[in-house]
């Protein structure tokens, strides 16, 4: 007989107290984790949403029935923007997107699928389901437009980090509901909890009174016979600094998930210091490789080798994080100093090219010329 069981046997008049709903657990913190994830991978998805996607042929570009569908509307259900960002988050969330081309030229966004990898062989993709519909064909990689956000999947990376953060979270949000937690204590007859009816009427009225302290402003609670209530506050503790140690808690996991996707912190929490360096860097290091990625897969799913050798390609215009008035003084002194002709500079800035001849063509705006010199090797005056 266990030491509980003999102290109750004792004293059987107290074993009712063991029976009453006054004790709760505590849940995860969730919320911290889809918080961080889904601001990141928001923050992702908005800046590739922001892309054109543009076919090139014969060195111009052509708007055809691909045009349409990579960016304005990939299929019935959805537009360009929408379509790239649930891609974005598939990417961050599964490591993997899969993209099918249904019977009418939709582009579909796979929920589920099954990868078969092979090291010879052509990898296929079976039992693809988009929303509640599976499809019955396996689809070979050279059908389907399949992209991989890394080698590693985040999701184990997210989940040791949240492990860590997620309890220390709790435990401090709990410590600082602790510090002002208004306390009681019930005593209860023991006469007056024998039978099961009188267990019941009692949590009944425990149950009652929770509710009314913790929904009113003024609770007024009756006095019952064999029944007290008694309240103690807990008082102490510093407001302030319970929000700022729960704040560094949530902000270091967030920035822990910001860093491994690639995402200046100064960027996403908004700081205006230094924005266009930053900005500049996150396109270059996190943005570029991401749609280099689209497009190769575009390129290898969308063109033929032997059009591809031709000029016919997938080209990816990132947003601008700059414009042309910015870049102005600029674009003068490259053209002026016969540098890059204007059609050169139009395509560098993410423009067509003109069919302006003129702009095909090298000038010399400024002075410069070649140094010259007399026979002794005197620079002319």
Not at 48 to 57: A, G, P, T, V
Not at 81 to 101: G, H, P, R
Not at 111 to 134: G, I, L, R
Not at 337 to 353: C, D, K, M, P, Q
């Amino acid at each position: 007989m266990g030491f509980l069981d003999l102290i109750l046997n004792r004293n059987s008049e107290a074993s009712f107290i063991f029976d009453f709903d006054i004790f709760q657990d505590t849940t995860n913190r969730l919320h911290m984790k889809k918080l961080a994830i889904d601001t990141c991978a928001s923050f992702l998805a908005r800046t590739i949403s922001q892309s054109e996607f543009r076919i090139k042929q014969n060195n111009k570009f052509v708007k055809d029935e691909l045009y349409y569908r990579l960016n304005v509307r990939p299929n019935k259900n959805q537009t360009a923007s929408t379509f790239w960002q649930e891609i974005m988050y598939k990417l961050i969330y599964d490591n993997e997107a899969l993209v099918i081309q249904s019977d009418d030229d939709d582009l579909l966004i796979a929920d589920e699928f099954v990868h078969n990898e092979y090291a010879v062989f052509e990898d296929t993709f079976s039992n693809v389901t988009v929303k509640d519909y599976t499809f019955k064909r396996v689809f070979k990689q050279s059908e389907v437009f399949h992209l991989r956000y890394s080698n590693e999947s985040l999701s184990p990376l997210v989940d040791s980090l949240f492990s860590d953060y997620g309890d220390l979270f709790g435990r401090i949000l709990n410590s600082q509901k602790r510090k002002n937690q208004i306390r009681s204590t019930v005593k209860v007859d023991a006469t007056t909890a024998k039978t099961e009816k009188g267990l019941a009427q009692l949590q009944e009225f425990i149950n009652k009174m929770y509710r009314t302290i913790e929904e009113k402003d003024v609770a007024i609670i009756p006095e019952q016979p064999g029944f007290e209530y008694k309240e103690h506050f807990s008082g102490g503790g510093n407001g302030i600094q319970s929000v700022d140690e729960i704040n560094k808690v949530t902000g270091g996991f967030f920035d822990q998930v910001a860093i491994a996707l690639g995402i200046p912190l100064t960027l996403i929490r908004g700081d205006m210091a230094d924005v266009e360096k930053v900005t500049k860097n996150y396109m270059m290091y996190t943005i570029n490789p991401i749609l280099k990625k689209i497009k190769d897969e575009g390129i290898a799913k969308f063109f033929e080798k032997k059009d591809f050798l031709k000029g016919n390609e997938l080209e990816v215009r990132a947003p601008s994080y700059q414009n042309i008035f910015d870049l102005a003084t600029s674009i003068d002194k490259l053209i002026s100093s016969s540098a890059f002709t204007g059609n050169e500079i139009r395509l560098e800035v993410g423009y067509e090219a003109s069919e302006d001849p003129n702009l095909d063509k090298h000038y010399i705006t400024k002075n410069y010329a070649e140094m010259q010199t007399d026979e002794g090797g005197e620079k002319e005056e």
